[in-house]
């Protein structure tokens, strides 16, 4: 059995003997006749005799008359407040507690003319609970949750205390006022005396200590059918066992409340009640007491934004995406809460990674899964399409971070509670004793947690190594059609040789890993921009590697002053200007060959060249990349108007140079640690910084497989001197890794956007096109209808998507709609109705086509006059959402050009009525909201019942099929005509094809950018097709099986 621990010497009451207590229940109807009192232990109870409990029929312990209760109702009805507390307790805020905190410490004042003072003088004076602990013991929940817990107890405190305890007494003097002013009779007398005597019963002192009695030991119970909370004679001097079965039953013809033992318990046992499987958080908040050990312990922890770490824009101006209402129908769907209570035997529990999954797959994921039919979901339909490596490394990183900053919380607020400066009184053995033992369990289930979040990250990792190699042997047998470089390679290889020159006389350890290469091309490991290959076997805390200080490059101070006009860019910016200036070839440069070697790397979509980008200019990834690309090149500007850039450099040049050194800052740099125990840091501790060979960890892979930290070397002279560092940073295991494993960014679950955009140009899929000019027949069919006349150096080359294969299972196309009605109220009207119904004004077009929701929007933005959008807004809500959901929409991090009087980016005064205005007013180009960071995360979500889960999307679809054929029938002929205008805005083949074979140069110096281009385009165009097809009516005679050819032969 758990040994409690609780302060023993403050459990009696003082002036008062249990026996008197004893008598006084008898003689109001009570018994206990299997029972006595504990000669030695104050309010202890045992068996006198054994208690012959079954599990079928109880055996009574106590059983105490209703009149010895005190509860809210004992109060409403007394003769003399009765009236005041009855008017009290129907004012918002007011619970039964409160009623019966006031009503305690008034019958206390009473004395010996309460007919409870038997009870309340065997209450003890003081209460061992955090409410009435000193400042000096409080200081011992610093890092805790009950630190802010006890903060909550005395606020609601200061609210009996200042609010309703004034208003009662108020309200009991205007009682007195109302009586006649010559009555002189002894019932104004005694009404004064009461009012005198709540005035002292009510003291902040005296209320502070009735509640911490109520909150200790009031019983939630029914009387007479109704649930209350009572204070229980002689129950309330059972100290709890979990394992007691124990029966709290009221008989309202008996009019008593009776406890009955379960179980059978020897005569001269400790007789236990059982308030429940609660843990020490709880019983020591509540109770003053902590279990040791305790099974029930629980550590709590919330899922929310912040915890999470997940970017989301707050302003409501771009909360364009309804995204968090998405997540929280998903997370009522498949029955999972945001909040969970871990056990130590349960560290890890799968609702919490479920919920965690929910909270963190991609945009398009939580679409595709809040558009699948059906009813209530078990967490497995959910997670079947969030387990790709992508979400499944962002979860483990973010509960890993999570429960790290738990046990830093934890131990530093016992560090805190060890500092005798923070104290400012004598403090209580027991107090420490309770909290220690509270802290430590906390600590272990953190730990526990941790170690199984280990073991999956391992498990993971062999995953990514897997499927690394996987991608690299296909894409090494697809993308044959790629030219060769052999200049950019000699290069390439050149700044590899002078890199690993310079590591070496860095002094630069590679312990247990080393560096993938930083080449061109789809066929290398690592996508070409870096990671790392685990050579032996290591444990968690095994050194992987580490750089000296003076290998780091940070911003230089000048630089940063600089920047200072870049508001939250301005440190990522100065790095790059910095990273700039060590690429130029000078033998002053200190951190040349690490820099030249960073730029040469494949980019991101957001440094590619000039001509590539006007290809990619009517494309969602084109749009942001040029928004980052006007970025880049107005900070360029600036730096090389403040003299932080030479002018002698070539402006062009220039700005692509610095585009490079802004996506390498973007990739690999990290905060550096900070030093909480040395007392004098490193100089550039805390700082944004790149780091050569342990830098190229991948940012995906921090905290899961390995975590930096700084350590102090003694120089060879063992001592440390001033002459070099003696600072280094480590890269340390995170968890247990085998030979040949790769840390290298995770692709899976990724799509062609994000690649590109995120991680570089080699990381794109690149599937075999179906044309080439020397085909071989054992690989690949030969159509000789798709041959062309192109002599291009024998590439193969993409040509129509009709028949290009999908690469990338998770590629998406995301449109962005915008209704732009000339009334303001209108598109504001229209922009709620998205929002509130889940629709979003962000969509995601995927394979297979589902194209109900999107559908359902755009008969939103498409409503002509108020009436209509009323109507059908009423109909929308009632069969997307229960009457108690509320979408309140948080954000999503959205681009799109400014709508203008021909409609673009949104529906320019449409209407369902008149097909012809809706058809000709779809977008011209609806432009998908996309940025770092794709895969939002709403803000802390509720639950609900299974019995309040929503229709789904495409049950609404059929409805509205049915009942309003007509207008569903002219949406999706408006979806039609907005995806066959995104369709032509596409590149075209003929396009694809010159810029290959008229600009050979280009081609060399841009060849893996073009490929990865060209694939990220094809895919775009295929999925569109297949939603133009699926939204295509079929003809007369037509039959399902020939809807492809037929549809194939209209696009």
Not at 872 to 892: E, Y
Not at 945 to 955: C, G, K, L, V, W
């Amino acid at each position: 059995r758990a040994k409690p621990v609780m302060a023993s010497q403050l459990r009696g009451g003082a002036g008062a003997t249990m026996q008197d207590l004893g008598r006084w229940a008898c003689s109001e109807g009570g018994s206990g006749p299997k029972v006595k009192f504990s000669d030695t232990t104050v309010r202890t109870v045992f068996s006198s005799e054994r208690i012959h409990g079954t599990f079928e029929e109880g055996d009574i312990i106590f059983s105490v008359s209703v009149r010895c209760l005190m509860h809210p109702a004992a109060a409403t009805t007394d003769p003399q407040y009765g009236a005041a507390m009855t008017a009290l307790s129907l004012e918002d805020g007011v619970d039964d507690r409160t009623l019966l905190v006031l009503f305690l410490a008034i019958e206390r004042e009473r004395g010996a003319s309460s007919g409870w003072s038997p009870y309340i003088n065997s209450l003890a004076a003081e209460v061992p609970s955090p409410l009435g602990w000193s400042n000096a013991e409080l200081v011992y929940l610093a890092g805790t949750r009950l630190e802010g817990a006890v903060k909550l107890q005395h606020e609601a405190l200061c609210q009996q205390t200042e609010v309703w305890a004034p208003r009662l007494f108020a309200r009991l003097q205007e009682q007195v006022e109302q009586l006649d002013v010559s009555d002189l009779t002894p019932g104004r007398a005694a009404a004064s005396e009461m009012l005198a005597l709540v005035n002292r019963a009510l003291t902040p002192e005296r209320v502070a200590w009735s509640r911490s009695c109520v909150w200790s030991r009031a019983f939630s119970l029914y009387l007479n059918g109704t649930k209350t909370t009572a204070m229980v004679p002689l129950g309330d001097m059972l100290d709890h066992s979990s394992r007691a079965l124990v029966e709290w039953r009221t008989d309202d013809a008996a009019d008593t409340f009776s406890i009955l033992s379960h179980e059978s318990i020897p005569a001269g046992t400790t007789v236990y009640n059982n308030y429940g499987a609660k843990s020490n958080e709880e019983l020591l908040l509540g109770y003053g007491f902590v279990l040791e050990p305790n099974q029930a312990d629980t550590l709590h922890v919330q899922l929310t934004v912040n915890k999470m770490e997940h970017k989301i824009e707050a302003d409501e101006e771009h909360n364009i995406n309804g995204e968090p209402a998405t997540r929280e129908e998903l997370l009522r769907r498949c029955g999972l809460r945001s909040d969970h209570f871990l056990r130590h035997d349960d560290p890890l529990p799968d609702a919490l990674l479920d919920a965690a999954r929910v909270y963190l797959m991609s945009s398009a994921a939580a679409y595709m899964c809040a558009c699948v039919t059906g009813g209530p979901w078990s967490p497995h339909d959910a997670m079947v399409m969030s387990a790709d490596l992508c979400t499944s490394f962002r979860v483990l990183q973010a509960l890993t971070r999570l429960f790290t900053a738990d046990l830093e919380r934890l131990n530093s607020g016992l560090n805190l509670a060890d500092d005798s400066s923070f104290h400012d009184g004598p403090v209580r053995k027991f107090v420490v004793r309770m909290v220690n033992v509270y802290r430590c369990s906390q600590l272990a289930t953190a730990t526990a947690a941790l170690e199984t979040l280990r073991e999956l990250s391992r498990c993971l990792i062999c995953r990514l190594g897997e499927g690394e190699r996987e991608r690299v042997g296909a894409n090494s047998a697809g993308s044959g059609f790629l030219a060769i470089n052999v200049l950019e390679t000699k290069k390439s290889e050149d700044f590899e040789t002078a890199y690993q020159a310079w590591e070496t006389e860095l002094g630069i350890e590679k312990t247990a890993v080393e560096e993938l290469p930083v080449l061109e091309g789809p066929s290398v490991l690592g996508t070409g921009a870096g990671g790392l290959r685990v050579t032996v076997p290591v444990v968690v805390g095994d050194l992987l590697g580490s750089v000296p200080e003076e290998a780091l490059l940070v911003a230089t101070t000048a630089v940063l002053k600089s920047c200072t006009t870049f508001a939250n860019t301005g440190e990522e910016a100065a790095l790059a200007a910095t990273l700039f200036l060590n690429a130029q070839k000078n033998d002053l440069n200190q951190w040349g060959p690490f820099a030249r070697r960073l730029l040469s790397a494949p980019t991101t979509a957001a440094a590619f060249q000039e001509d590539i980008l006007a290809i990619l200019k009517t494309t969602s990834l084109g749009q942001e990349a040029l928004s980052a690309r006007q970025t880049y090149d107005d900070e360029f500007t600036s730096l090389l108007a403040a003299g932080v850039l030479p002018r002698c450099i070539n402006t062009t040049v220039g700005m692509a140079t610095y585009a490079r050194a802004r996506v390498a800052v973007e990739r690999h740099s990290f905060r550096l640690p900070c030093e909480h125990q040395a007392t004098l840091p490193p100089m550039v501790a805390g700082r944004l910084a790149l780091a050569p060979f342990v830098g190229s960890l991948p940012r995906a892979l921090d905290d899961i497989a390995g975590v930096f930290c700084w350590s102090r070397r003694l120089n060879k002279a063992n001592y440390i001197g001033s002459c070099g560092s003696v600072w280094r940073l480590e890269l340390r295991a995170r968890c247990q890794l085998g030979v040949d494993a790769l840390l290298v960014a995770p692709l899976e679950g990724s799509d062609e956007e994000t690649r590109l955009f995120e991680v570089g140009s080699g990381s794109a899929s690149f599937p075999p096109p179906p044309l080439q000019i020397q085909i071989d027949d054992t690989n690949f069919p030969r159509d000789d209808t798709s041959i062309t006349s192109s002599t291009n150096c024998g590439h193969r080359l993409p040509q129509s998507s009709s028949t290009t294969p999908i690469a990338n299972k998770w590629h998406t196309v995301e449109i962005l709609l915008e209704p732009v009605d000339e009334d303001s109220e209108m598109r504001q009207r229209k922009k709620n109705l998205l929002r509130s119904t889940g629709l979003g004004e962000a969509h995601y077009l995927t394979l297979p086509p589902t194209p109900a929701r999107l559908c359902a929007a755009l008969a939103v933005c498409g409503a002509e006059t108020e009436a209509i959008l009323e109507v059908f807004g009423a109909s929308l809500t009632g069969a997307l959402f229960s009457a108690h959901s509320s979408a309140v929409v948080v954000t999503v991090d959205g681009h799109t050009s400014a709508p203008t009087s021909k409609s673009i980016g949104g529906i320019h005064k449409p209407g369902l009525v008149e097909l012809d205005s809706l058809v000709a007013n779809t977008p011209e180009f609806v432009s998908p909201s996309y940025k770092s960071g794709d895969n939002r995360m709403p803000h802390k979500v509720s639950t609900a019942d299974d019995d309040d889960a929503p229709a789904t999307i495409n049950a609404f679809a059929l409805k509205m099929l049915l009942g309003n054929s007509s207008m569903f029938k002219r949406a999706r002929k408006a979806a039609r005509s907005l995806l066959l205008r995104m369709l032509r805005l596409l590149p075209k083949e003929v396009d694809v094809e010159s810029s290959w074979v008229n600009s050979p140069e280009a081609l060399l110096q841009g060849n893996l950018q073009r490929a990865a281009v060209f694939g990220y385009i094809a895919q775009h165009r295929a999925i569109i097709e297949h939603w133009i097809e699926e939204l295509t009516p079929l003809p007369s005679g037509i039959s399902v099986d020939g809807r492809s050819k037929r549809r194939r032969d209209q696009v």
